[in-house]
C-alpha cells in the first residue's frame, strides 16, 4: 500500500509509512483509530493512524477504507520475509481485514497483516475491527498498532506487560495505568454518543479485566480478545502449572511465563466468546415459548454448569402482557425447565418440573430476581443449605446442593425480570468466579430477550385467537330441520385475525337463515369491519327480511360505515317445511348443492351480485327445491382460490370432494379440507360452512286459524292438547296449553283485522308459533300484586325452554320450545 507520502524521522528511526516515533513512555504504543461509514469511506482519522499509515488526515477522510487499511495478500515470491517468523507467511489465524470491511463479518475480528511500503519496506501490523450497531452512519472501528514498536519494548525491557488494548488515540491501557480519568475523559473524542459517565465505567472495566470492551450500551457489555497466538487447551494447562509452581519456590516469573500467562488469559476470554456465540446459535430457534425455554436450559449444561433450573414469573409462562413492577415475596415463579448431569430422576421428584413457588426476602434468590444483578456463592454451606431447603417444605434438597457452586442469573428484557436460572457446579468442579459472573449475565441477556420474544409471539398469538373466537359464532350442530357442521383455518400462523365468518340464526316457521362472508384484506381492521357487518347481518335477519332487501340493507349500512373495505357475503334462508332455500348473493362464490337422490352436486346458479360496499347495485334473489338428505356446501374463496390458478379449479375440486360420501358432517367438512386446503400457495382465509338439509315431515306440523275472538283461546287449549297426545307427547300437553293460552289471548287482544295463526312443529323440540298482525313486539316486565295484566310472558319465560318474538312482513310472530322427552 503506497501512500506516496514521507515525513521526517527523529535520529536513528528510519523514515517511511511504518514509522512510529519513540512513546516516551516505556510499553506505551499510539494506536491507529480509523471510523468507516456504511459507504464503505473513511470518516475518521487519527494522529495513530497519520503517523502509522504516513498519510495526513486530509488525505484520507472520504477515501475507500481498502485503499488505505491493511489486508490480507499473498506475498510477492522475491520477497524477504527474514526477520517476520511464521506471520511471514499469513498463517490464516482470525478472518482477513477485508472480511469485516465489506460488511461480511457482524461480529469482532483480529488479525496480522503487513504493509508495503517505499523503499521495499515491510510494516508488520496487528489489527482489530469492531462492528459499530446504532442509528448513525458509522459501520466499522478499526484499530492498528505496529507490532515491530511492541517487539522493541519487550527487546529493551522496558514493560513488564506489553500494549494491545488501546481505545483512544496516543493512550495506552495498562493494568497499572495511572491516567484512567484522561482516558475517560478523551474516550469520547472518537465515539461522540458516548457520555463521559458511560466512558468512565467502560474504562474502569478495561483497566481491571485487563481485555478491550467490545461492545457497550444501556444494559450488555462483551468483551473480546484478539483472535491470534491462542493455545490449545491442554497447552494452557501444562503453562498455567508452571507459571504458578514458580512464585511458590521464590523464584520471579519469567518474561516467558509472564507472556504465557497473558495469552492464558486471552484465551480464557476466546472460551467464553465461543460458547456465547454457541449459545446464541443454539437458542430462539423458533417462536414457540416451551421449545425456546427447553433450548436455553439445555444450552448450558454440561459445558458451563451441571445443573441448570429455569424459573419464570406466571405472566410468562401463562403467555399475557408484561409483567408490571418488581418481584416480591408474593410473585409465583414457576419452574419451567430442568436440565442436570445428575443420575436419571434424581431431581425429578424432589423439585418437578411445573410447581410454583414463591421466594421469601432473606434468600438469594429474591435478591436476584428484586436487584436484576446475577448472584454468586461460591459453596453453598451446610447452614445456607438448609435454608434453602426450608422452602420446599417436606422435601429435603439439601444432599442436591449443599457443597456446590451457585450462579443465579436474572432473565430480562427491557429492565423487567421475567425470569431467573439457578446454576449449579458439582463440589469437584471449579466455583463460579467472576469471569462466569461476566459470562452467565450476558448469556441470562439473550436468553431473556430470546424468551421475551417468544412471550410476545405467544400473547399477540393468544389475543388474534381470542379476537378471532369472540367474532366466530358457536353454532349448534343441529337446526329447526337440519344439522351444521363448520370450519375456519387462518391464512397463516402469523396473523389468525381476518375477515371471513359464518353465521345461523333462527327463524320464525321453523326456518334457519345461513350466512358466509368476507371482508376484503386481513388483519385487525379487516376482522373489526367483520364484526360490524355479521352484527348486522344477525339484526335484520332477526326481522325476517327476505334476502335481497337484507344485502341491499347492508350494503348501504357498509357505505355509511366507509369506503375503505369491501366484502363479499352469501345469504340463504332455509324453510324445512316447504323445502326450500331462498337464496341472495353480494359478489361471493356460489354455493355447492349435493343432491341425496343420486349423490351428484353442483354449484348453485345465482345473480352474482356486486360486492357489499360498491353501493348502487340491485340484489337478486332465487328459490332453489331441496328434498331431504340434501347437502349445501356454503365456502369463502380462500378455500378454492390460489394464486396463478384459475379459479374454476377450485370450484371443481370442491364439488367433486363435497359430493365425496361421509361418514358424519365432520368428515364430510375435513374431506373437503384435506382436498383443497392443504395446496400450496394458499394465504387466504377459510370460513367453510355445510348443512344437511334433513326436511320436517308434512305430519309434524299442525296450522289453525284463530278468529280475533276471545273464546278463540279456549280452542286454542283444545287442539294443542289433542295435537300433543296424537304426537305421543302427552307430558308436554299440560306446560303447551298454558303457555299457548297466555299467547293466543295475547294475539287476539292485539290484532286488527287478520286472523290469528297458531302452529305446532314437531322437530328436535316442541316448537310453537303465534302470529298476528301487530308490529309491537311484547316485552317481559314485572307486574305488581293487584296488576291484571303482565304475568303472561312470565309464565311462558319459566316453562318454555326458549322464547322469543320477532317482526314479520305482517306483523310479528311470539313463539316458544319445550324439550322432547326422552324415550
Known sequence: MDHGTQRDAPPGRRAGPGSVPADPVAGRVPLAVVVVDRDGLVSHWSRGARRLFALPKEEAIGRPAPDLLPVSGVLPEDEDVTGYGSYAAYDGLGPGLESSLDGRLSYPAAGRARLTVPGNDRVDVLWW????????????????????G????????????????????????????????????????????????????????????????????????VPVTPDWGVPRRAERRARRERAARAPAAGEPVPDELRDEAEDLEYAAVRERLEFLNEVSGRIGTSLDLSRTIVEVSKAVVPRFTDVAGTYLREQVVAGEGFPDGVPDTTTMWHRVALEHTDEPGRWDDVVPVGEAMPFPAHTPFFRCMTSGEPVLVPRITEEMGHAIASQFEKRDIRPLITGRSMLLVPLKARNVVLGFMILLRHPERPVFNDMDRVTGAELAARAGLVLDNARMYTFQENVAETLQDSMLPHIPARMAGCDIATRYLPGTLLGRVGGDWFDSVKLPGARTALVVGDVMGHGLNSAAMMGQLRTAVQTMAGLDLPPAQLLRNLDALAQRLGDTHLATCLYAVYDPIAGELHLANAGHIPPVLVRAEDGSSELIDLPTGAPIGVGGVPFEAVRVPVAPGDRLVMCTDGLVEVRGEDIGVGLATLCESAAHPAASMDDACDTIIRALGTRGGRKDDVALLM??????????????????DPAEVGRARAVVREQVHDWGLPKLAGPAELMVSELVTNAVRHAHSRPVELRLVRADTLLCEVDDDDHELPTLRSAGPDDENGRGLSVVSTLAREWGASRTKAGKTVWFELTLPRR
Not at 475491527?129 to 515491530?148: H, M
Not at 495506552?172 to 484522561?182: C, M, Q, S
Not at 305430519?699 to 280475533?708: G, H, Q, S
Open 129 to 148: 475491527a469492531y462492528p459499530l450497531v446504532g442509528p448513525g452512519r458509522e459501520r466499522l472501528l478499526v484499530l492498528a498498532a505496529d507490532a515491530d
Open 150 to 221: 511492541l517487539r522493541r519494548d519487550h527487546a529493551d525491557g522496558g514493560a513488564q506487560e506489553t500494549t494491545v488494548e488501546r481505545i483512544a488515540p496516543g493512550f495506552a491501557l495498562h493494568t497499572d495505568f495511572p491516567g484512567a480519568e484522561e482516558l475517560a475523559r478523551r474516550l469520547p473524542e472518537i465515539l461522540p454518543s458516548m457520555s463521559v459517565g458511560e466512558s468512565a465505567r467502560i474504562v474502569a472495566q478495561v483497566l481491571e479485566l485487563g481485555y478491550p470492551v467490545l461492545e457497550f450500551s444501556q444494559n450488555d457489555r
Open 691 to 708: 348443512v344437511r338439509l334433513g326436511g320436517i315431515e308434512s305430519d309434524a306440523v299442525a296450522e289453525w286459524r284463530l278468529a280475533r
